[in-house]
């Protein structure tokens, strides 16, 4: 069974920081590019980051580039998602996600392309 479980959201003050952590199990991790998608309240699920299958490419969403970094370690099978500079507007259910990927390349964008979703962990910026 495939499970994907995040931690480290939290109550932050604006200007601050977070790291993200997401632990999976139950498939071969290596084959899997991840990604960070979050949902603020009231409105659609957006993506965040990912990173391909070995790590050497990442991609972000214009809202948080430059400001959060993702990374992943393929011995411990987690992803992670560090948070710098955060702002209130930053406050949202942040959710990691693996995607089947053949392509070392492929950097996937779209919540479709995703096979297996965590079932989020709140993060909230106070201003």
């Known amino acids: 069974q495939v499970q994907l479980v995040e931690s480290g959201g939290g109550l932050v003050q604006a200007g601050g920081s977070l790291r993200l952590s997401c632990a999976a199990s139950g498939l071969p991790f290596g084959n899997y590019a991840l990604g960070w998608f979050r949902q603020p309240p009231g409105k659609e699920r957006e993506f965040a980051a990912a990173?391909?299958?070995?790590?050497?490419?990442?991609y972000y969403g214009d809202s948080v580039k430059g400001r959060f970094t993702v990374s992943r370690d393929n011995v411990k099978n987690t992803v992670y998602l560090q948070m710098y500079s955060l702002k209130p507007e930053d406050t949202a259910i942040y959710y990691c996600a693996a995607a089947r990927m053949v392509s070392i390349l492929s950097v996937p964008r779209s919540e479709r392309e995703y096979d297996y979703w965590g079932q989020g962990t709140q993060v909230t910026v106070s201003s």
């Open positions: 990173i391909t299958r070995g790590g050497g490419r990442t």
